[in-house]
């Protein structure tokens, strides 16, 4: 579990290393602080990383109850726990539920390193300049560290 929290969006944030993503698992982070923080999913298989808006695309919601449980059992797909939506790991599109054809909104990242870095600080800034719904409960703070 890390947390971005307090990062400047001036920079581009580490969110995590690379070796705290299980493989196939996912994790999520942090990234700011605050009500404008923003919940980002990391997700991996093997060679494959990729990031999500940790909002569920029927009602926003984060997709965990429990923090870091985010895959079903055959770690193949995200699943939202809310109404049980789920979600491919490789492009985020809901195949499942009661958003079927809908999908997370994807997050561009690049991993240097061992660290899995924010690509593009333009994709946060969108995020928290926008409309979307935005959730805080109890479990993002048993997530986030100091
Ligand atoms: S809020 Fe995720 S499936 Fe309904």
């Not at 299980?22 to 982070?29: H, K, R």
């Given at each position: 579990m890390s947390t971005a929290g307090g990062v400047s969006l001036d920079e581009r944030p580490i969110l995590c290393s690379l070796e705290d993503i299980?493989?196939?698992?996912?994790?999520?982070?942090l990234v700011g602080q605050g009500p404008r923080a923003l919940d980002v999913i990391i997700a991996r298989r093997g060679a494959n990383v990729i990031a999500f808006h940790n909002a569920c695309p029927h009602q926003?919601?984060?997709?965990?109850?429990?923090p870091g449980r985010f895959l079903d059992?055959?770690?193949s797909h995200l699943v939202c726990s809310t109404h049980g939506a789920r979600f491919r790991l490789d492009d985020g599109v809901c195949v499942w539920?009661?958003?079927e054809g809908d999908r997370l909104t994807s997050i561009s990242i690049d991993v240097e390193n061992g660290a899995v870095r924010l690509a593009a600080q333009a994709d946060v800034q969108r995020m928290l300049d926008g409309s979307q719904p935005r959730h805080h409960?109890?479990?993002n703070k048993l997530r986030e560290k100091g």
């Open positions: 299980p493989d196939p698992g996912a994790i999520s982070v926003g919601t984060p997709l965990e109850t429990f059992k055959e770690a539920g009661p958003c409960n109890a479990s």
